[in-house]
């Protein structure tokens, strides 16, 4: 496809674009985990020492 | 600062033997060396700086985890840190202290390494003088490791992953200099200098960085 | 976290508040992902219609990434450090979580930078590694990167680890210059001349533009990602103190 060096060339485009699914996907997965302990830890009545009201919450 | 010293040297000397496992780490680093490499006199005299210098790096790592753990453990650590004198001084004498304990045995050890791994005398003199103006930077760079680590249970481990890779230009100008003594074209004095230049700015930066961490730990 | 946070009237300390941040970084990731996906897009567009150089042949497309990603490696490392002087100096909360996410993207874009170094070395030099100055400091490089992670994940306590990782990273960004020097003057010495005869002419424009792009692509995803994780970093301290509320009241009820 890209002449002689196709062998190089696919494998490091496919390193690169491995690398940066891994990273977006794991922060991505690691931010929903936390979304939901939050939301558990609050269910069960936990507040943070910081907060007086809800309003400035978000997600 | 002397009474300091003193104490420093004689405790780093009875932990675990300290001067002597050294010692017998370094042998070790170095006899195990021509079992891989292979019984080449020739080859060995070539390479053999290189493994002198590994051999050392490896060898003034060992202790160093034990610097400050101790004495943090005893509480000892932050009654020094509260006296008057600046916590830099401290890691300073410590880390010095700590040297002469552990560091200077193994340059002293080098002439017998030396000829096991067939070097010549002029190349066996060169090593030993820029072990021994390098090594105490390897000393002070890891004051700071095991400053930042002192609180870590397993801490040595992290400790070499953290400060082996800062070694870097130490080993190379060490064994630069080595191979200008040894070999007539290549200069012996320039990378000398500059292992004497990184000595010198790696006991000022470590001991300040080091000094504030233990400082910031005890607060 | 919160309460070290000296308030002043001036604005720039008002995003320092984590739960401002939090808003702010919510609202902002899609913009910033979106405008990455669109600029690594049109660089890769860019990249495939250029035409062969005359002197590496094909292989001139994995430049388009490996120069980028090289690049962004970097500018990790300088993200980090000034993250270590805010800790240091102004005790700032952020910083540590700014130095915190910067560290595992810089870890991967270093490595991505040797890879593909190794894949573009074989073609061009006929290895896929040499001991030249370059690529050595970059391994050193990925080692300290390692090193400060593997540091990050060993100390419990959040301030002891901000300080401890902040002067980690000062020391390191002090000593890279030197290791880069020390290791230049080494390869003069031992090896001359065996990997410099990759010349560089001046780039033409066929080549330069689908670089940058991509490049400005890579620094857009590296903050995109980077304000991902200090989001979840700031979430996990959160739950940290929850947690430990819960257990307070626990005890006490």
Redesign the interface.
Known sequence: M?????A??V???L??AA??L???VW??I??KA??T??AR??K?G?????DKSDT?R?? | MKALFWRELKLSSQVGGGMLTGVLFFLTIVAVMPFAIGPDLKLLARIGPAVLWTGALLASLLGLDRLFQQEREDGSLDILLMQETPPALLVFVKAFAHWVANGLPLVLAVPIFGIILNMSPIGIGATMLTLAVGTPAITFIGAVGAAVTVSLPRGGLLLSILVLPLTVPILIFGVTAINGAVEDPAPFLPPFMILCALTLFFSALGSLAAGWVLKQSTD | M??TIIKQNTSIWDYANP?RF??IA?RIIPWLGGATILCIGLGLYLGFSAP?DYQQ???V??MF??VP?SWVAMMSYSVMTMSAIGTLVWRHPLADISLRAAA??GA??T??GL??GA??G??MWGTYWVWDARLTSFLVLLIIYLGIIALAKAIEEPTTAARSLAIITLVGSINIPIIKFSVDWWNTLHQPASVSRLAKPAMDAVFLYPLLTMAVGFSL?FFT?HL??M??EI??R??R???M??AR?AERG
């Open positions: 890209f002449g002689p060096h196709t190089f060339i494998p490091s485009y390193a690169t690398v940066i891994i990273l977006v922060t991505m690691e931010h936390q979304r302990e939050i830890l609050e069960s936990i507040k943070r020492r910081s400035n978000h997600g | 919160s309460e739960t939090l808003g919510d062969e042949g094909s292989t497309l994995i990434i490996h990603a595992p993207i991967a874009f490595f991505l890879l593909t894949l573009w074989k073609p995803f990602v991902m994780k989001r979840n979430l996990k959160r739950i103190t929850m947690k509320t819960a009241q």
